[in-house]
């Protein structure tokens, strides 16, 4: 399966805007966060996000399709925040679509500077 980078932002942003992820364990699926994709792609890109360390939860039983979720990481958030304008991830995926830069630390990389590009329009040297 291939890893859907706007899914796995969808997935973030629904978890942190969530107040019942608080460090508490919580069955989840994409239904009830109201995503729109399959319990497997569903489940998939979980794993793959609680591997990125952006997740907790227990994901053992990911192909049963039960993703049990506590909380978004700092990592999480840290990644989150920088991907959160919807500006910056329009930049950062197209620039990413242009270099062929697919993998997270590359997203987080184009993000990264597309924000440092955004502050020195603005009159704010980094």
């Not at 899914?7 to 805007?17: D, Q």
């Not at 992820?21 to 966060?33: E, I, P, W």
Request: glycine content about 8%; overall charge negative; charged content about 20%.
């Amino acid at each position: 399966m291939e890893f859907d980078k706007d899914l796995a932002r969808e997935i973030l942003l629904k978890v942190e805007a969530d107040p019942h992820f608080t460090g508490s364990f919580r069955g989840v699926s994409a239904g009830n966060l109201g995503i729109a994709c399959s319990p497997e792609t569903f489940a998939y890109h979980c794993v793959l996000l609680h591997e990125a360390g952006f997740l907790e939860g227990n994901m053992k039983m990911a192909q049963q399709g039960h993703i049990v979720i506590s909380r978004l990481t700092f990592k999480g958030h840290e990644f989150l925040d920088t991907i959160r304008d919807g500006e910056i991830w329009r930049l950062t995926k197209e620039t990413a679509a242009k270099t062929g830069a697919a993998s997270v630390q590359a997203l987080l990389a184009i993000a990264t500077a597309a924000i440092k590009q955004k502050l020195a329009e603005h009159g704010i040297p980094l």
